[in-house]
């Protein structure tokens, strides 16, 4: 069974024993467990067909465990405009989170 679940602005297709990176979550501290609730679309077995969510699949949601926090590589931003002397160098780095997702609940 698998499941498109929406966190972070983003669109991910899961399944049980995935691991993944998504937006950093505030509430989430490593070892701590997430419901899911934004599920889009659920698939299951070659027999049963897929139930698509008008937006949400209603009572589905993901099971998953946070498994770690960091920050995505530097990204360097340099700006620059010929013959006027302008320039500007800043970056960025991006947190995320990482979630192993333990469970499916179809609801």
Excluded: C
């Excluded at 979550?25 to 698509?52: H, I, M, N, S, Y």
């Excluded at 589905?60 to 960091?70: F, K, N, R, Y």
């Excluded at 360097?76 to 997702?101: A, L």
Aim: proline share 5%; charged share 30%.
């Amino acid at each position: 069974m698998y499941a498109i679940i929406r966190t972070g602005g983003k669109q991910y297709r899961v399944a049980e024993g995935d691991t993944l990176k998504v937006e950093r979550l505030k509430e989430a501290t490593p070892g701590a467990k997430l419901r899911f609730t934004d599920v889009l679309l659920l698939g299951g077995a070659e027999a049963q067909p897929a139930t698509v969510g008008q937006p949400l699949v209603e009572g589905a949601s993901v099971l998953a465990e946070v498994t770690a926090e960091g920050r995505h590589p530097k990204v360097i931003i340099f700006k620059h405009k010929r013959r006027k002397g302008m320039r500007r160098k800043t970056g960025h780095r991006q947190p995320w989170t990482e979630v192993r997702v333990t469970g499916i609940e179809a609801g």
